[in-house]
């Protein structure tokens, strides 16, 4: 799928964005990539690998595209080292635990993340695998730019004052029960993390 959009994409040189990327192949594909062509990587795939994650989850860690082996969640992080990486998405599924305990393939593909994707990427922080400044351009100043959101995505004169403040040395054990989502679950469920948003 992914040789195909970029066929169609580098042809009429129109923009792409390609969402959850999951195998290191794709990031050897898209390192080259044109400038309108930009990329986006889940903290479930930076984070949860196989086959682990099935191991601890069973079908509460079924998404697409799947959670790889520690080989592809390594091509994934060179992927931001060397700037592919345009962007962290979430993509929030809040299935509820009911709808997740269906026996595959009855039971739906994707996990939440919108609570998470801050806290879990501060920790990455914490554990040297990514600099502050890189995640703050991950999550709020490419997002603005590929969006085109005007006065969004960064600290500037005349920009919304839109600001996260965290608290980069909190350490919290990540629970079912403080997830705001209706799903009421993370695939993070008593992970110890490090750096957690204040305000």
């Known amino acids: 799928s992914t040789k195909r959009v970029l066929k169609y994409a580098n042809k009429f040189k129109t923009k792409v964005h390609i969402l ?35 191991d601890e989850l069973g079908s509460l860690s079924q998404m697409n595209p799947p959670v790889r082996n520690k080989s592809h969640q390594d091509g994934l992080w060179k992927g931001i080292k060397n700037g ?18 269906n026996a595959w393939p009855s039971s739906p593909s994707g996990m939440p993340g919108v609570q998470t994707l801050l806290p879990i990427m501060l920790n990455h922080v914490n554990n040297g695998k990514l600099e502050l400044k890189k995640l703050i351009e991950l999550t709020s100043i490419n ?16 920009y919304d004052a ?3 403040v965290v608290d980069l040395n909190k350490k919290v054990i990540l629970k079912n029960k403080i997830m ?4 009421k679950w993370t695939p993070f469920n008593n992970m110890k993390i490090k750096g957690f948003p204040y305000a």
């Open 84 to 101: 592919t990486v345009n962007v962290i998405g979430s993509d929030h599924a809040p299935h509820t635990l009911k709808e997740k305990m």
């Open 143 to 158: 997002v603005a730019k590929i969006y085109n959101i005007k006065n969004k995505g960064q600290i500037k004169v005349g």
């Open 20 to 54: 959850h990327i999951s195998t290191r192949n794709e990031m050897e594909l898209l390192k080259n990539k044109k400038e309108f062509i930009t990329v986006e990587v889940t903290p479930q795939h930076l984070t949860l690998k196989s086959p682990d994650c099935y």
């Open 162 to 164: 839109d600001f996260t």
């Open 180 to 183: 705001a989502s209706k799903c």
